[in-house]
């Protein structure tokens, strides 16, 4: 077990070498559309890489889901055919997102072990979000 401080070291450390070994700026909260954001998230059970509506109005969250949704079959081919769309998904602070995501299981924040695996699943699917969501921003803004 870890104590909270020994874990919050052990995530700045994960993030500082994520960006050695990718050094570019991600997209993430810069979407140009309040409430949608691309996001990591990485625990001591799964990793994930996703776009999020977070918006605390649902209407808001269920449009930008039904966006997605009209472009789901573009996501697989673009992104991954593994992708999961939740229109419920909860964080850990018990609020309601919608998300559209892939996860990876198996790896844990506190196992450096399993850190190589964690960047490369990063880079290459949040590269193909970025890619993709690009492309098809004003789609989902309209």
């Known amino acids: 077990m870890f104590s909270k401080e020994q874990s919050k070291e052990i995530r700045q450390q994960f ?3 994520f960006d050695k070994r990718y050094p570019r ?4 909260y810069n979407t140009g559309i309040k409430d949608v954001s691309l996001k990591f998230d990485f625990d001591t059970k799964k990793a994930i890489v996703g ?3 977070t918006s605390n109005d649902e209407i808001y ?4 889901f039904d966006k997605l ?3 789901k079959n573009i996501l697989k081919e673009e992104v991954s055919p593994n992708l999961i769309f939740d229109e419920h998904y909860m964080l850990s602070s018990g609020k309601f997102i919608t998300r559209c995501y892939l996860q990876l299981d198996g ?5 450096k072990n399993t850190w190589p695996e964690v960047f490369d ?3 290459t699917y949040m590269d193909k979000l970025e890619r993709f969501y690009i492309e098809y921003k004003d ?4």
């Open 121 to 123: 699943f990063f880079n």
């Open 139 to 142: 789609y989902i803004a309209s």
């Open 61 to 64: 969250r269920t449009y930008y």
């Open 51 to 53: 776009i999020d509506s």
């Open 25 to 28: 700026k991600w997209l993430l």
């Open 15 to 17: 993030w500082i070498f």
């Open 107 to 111: 790896v844990s924040i506190h196992n």
């Open 69 to 71: 949704l009209s472009l």
